[in-house]
């Protein structure tokens, strides 16, 4: 069967980010929180993949698999190592890869903060910082001055809904005193001479204020983009965890979590959705674990591809714009298991597809297996495999069938 259900154009792709690739990216707060005494990441990013250095590499496997997007992120503790000060070989780096996709003819989906940010940035206070707003948009302005001519389209803020999420999950708490309590942050209050309140990096700062800095953030950044270039498609990716269970409990926690964000991207080009996996609220509105005997991936998630379809008919609800799935997979060793993931999971994109709904693009996460934050090295979430001794990449089977997938545009799914 050659029917396919996927338009002309449709995106294939795999996505990174740069700090859990490219290495050594000593100019930025993760690198720092990697470093400090009691700190709570299993291990520090270091190295990486070294993809800063073999980069051309990557694309190349890219471009073997026959996948004709990328999506991955310029990391502005290198544009911008001091406040004000461009680097401007890091720029011609970043240029570099992108000329290099255009050559290929692969389509480039840039991400500007995929969770780190300057050092700098974060001696201010971070993402509780008035001024970030700016700061961030002045970064994306720059970056589409210099880089305009290569991208497709631009990802503002990864996962701006994660701290959120991770509040709700009771992760994390939204009052920065919390922070005095622990270890990790004591030491790097410390370390910088600061409260252990004013230590604020991306992903841990849930307070309502951060939540509208980061809002503030994406749209002035939008603006800033536009401005210059109204060819390139603008969007923020969100963390799109499929919610089930009690109805009271899924509709509260989609309220707080999922739809206002989804409503702010109604202003975008697209909407980026990552999901990996579901969560099961009880009538206390709390997750329970997931059913008896269910399969569970490396970082506990259950597997439940099928998850993937509810995310992307949610997100198409509240925004009423395109959906982009920026990021799907799973942490596993075993990689018939990503394979069944993969399968079921575009299955459930073609439905989507099938029923009307507009999903522009799929983007497995992730590219290669690599620095999966406060769990270090030991998560594989790659389609490559990446040896930790030599860094030596190598296909994995699911690598060979986004590859399918991509040539054959879904045909017969
Ligand atoms: C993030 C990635 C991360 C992935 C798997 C997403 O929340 O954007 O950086 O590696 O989930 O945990």
Redesign the pocket.
Known sequence: MNSTAFPTGFMWGA?T?AH?IEGNNANSDYWFLEQVENTAFKEPSGIACDSYNRWSEDLAIVEELGLNSYRFSVEWARLEPVEGTWDSEAFDHYREILKTLKLKGIKAMVTLS??TSPIWLFKKGGWEFEGTPELFARYAEKVVQEFGDFMDSICTL??PN?PILLEYLGIFSPDPKAREAMPMWVSAGKALGVSPQNITPYHITCSPKSDEIRIAAHKLARQAIKRIRTDIAVGW?L?NVDAQGDEASVLSFKEKVNIPYLRIASEDDFVGV?T?TRLILGADGRPSLPPEGAERSQ?GDEYYPVAIGHTIREAWQYSGVPVVVT?N?I?TENDELRVRFYTEAVKAVADCLRDGVDVQGYFA??LMD?Y??I?GYE?K?GIVHVDRKTLNRTIKPSGYLIGEFAETNGAGI
Request: glycine share 4%; proline share 4%; no cysteine.
């Open positions: 996505a980010a859990q995929h969770f990864n996962e994660l990716t963390a990552q990996y970082t990021e997979g942490a996460w992730s690599n999966e934050w769990f998560p979430f």
